[in-house]
Antibody
Framework: EVQLLESGGGLVQPGGSLRLSCAASGFTLRTYAMTWIRQAPGGGLKWLSSINANGVATHYTDSVKGRFTISRDISKNTLYLQMNSLTTDDTAIYYC??????????????WGQGTTVTVSS | DIQMTQSPSSLSASVGDRVTVTCRASQNIGTSLHWYQQKPGKAPKLLIYAASSLQTGVPSRFSGSGSRTDFTLTVSSLQPEDFATYYCQQSDSTPYTFGQGTRLEI
């Protein structure tokens, strides 16, 4: 069964850092692009970042560019999101998702359950 | 950035109704448009990809159509489990933006 399991969320002070993990099972990250999406409390979905299947191409939305880094460890079949310089606006549920193809410009067909990040002093 | 505008923002309907949700892109995105369903406290679920292709396992009462800038999601006969929030998303160019969502209520 294809599954994604996020972890690493929690409470962090403004200016702090967190690294989110997304453990994949039932498929290999070497074959599909992956994406991080977040949802602020009571809000809609916001695409944050994607990485293609060979790990060469990464994309970010402007509000996280330079602060967040998407990466993966093929040996662990795990996707990461390193988040630095966090602000209260980063408070959200963070989802990882698998893309239907190797390139990033396809629909996301498998989603994790989400991990909650709260940025507060 | 490509802006995605959904209408209506909320919709009241009854079991058995046929409902349509519209998504408009601020520029031509071809058929790089996808629809997701999200229930409270749950992760989104892919319903339709590439504007009109039904994701495996999704009931055939869901359908999508459109191209370029105008797209629709139709539910032919609402079932109780269909009351949820629906989002469109474009993957033509980054950032891969979502619509603001359409809440389907009883």
């Amino acid at each position: 069964e294809v599954q994604l399991l996020e972890s690493g969320g929690g409470l962090v002070q403004p200016g702090g850092s967190l690294r989110l993990s997304c453990a994949a099972s039932g498929f290999t990250l070497r074959t599909y692009a992956m994406t991080w999406i977040r949802q602020a409390p009571g809000g809609g979905l916001k695409w944050l970042s994607s990485i293609n299947a060979n790990g060469v191409a990464t994309h970010y939305t402007d509000s996280v560019k330079g602060r967040f880094t998407i990466s993966r460890d093929i040996s662990k079949n795990t996707l990461y999101l390193q988040m630095n310089s966090l602000t209260t606006d980063d408070t959200a549920i963070y989802y990882c998702a698998k893309t239907r193809r190797a390139a990033t410009n396809y629909a996301m067909d498998v989603w994790g359950q989400g991990t909650t990040v709260t940025v507060s002093s | 950035d490509i802006q995605m505008t959904q209408s209506p923002s909320s919709l009241s309907a009854s079991v058995g109704d046929r409902v349509t949700v519209t998504c408009r892109a601020s520029q031509n995105i071809g058929t790089s448009l996808h629809w997701y369903q999200q229930k409270p406290g749950k992760a989104p679920k892919l319903l339709i990809y590439a504007a009109s292709s039904l994701q495996t396992g999704v009931p055939s009462r869901f359908s999508g159509s459109g191209s370029r800038t105008d797209f629709t999601l139709t539910v032919s006969s609402l079932q109780p489990e269909d009351f949820a929030t629906y989002y469109c998303q474009q993957s033509d160019s980054t950032p891969y933006t979502f619509g603001q969502g359409t809440r389907l209520e009883i």
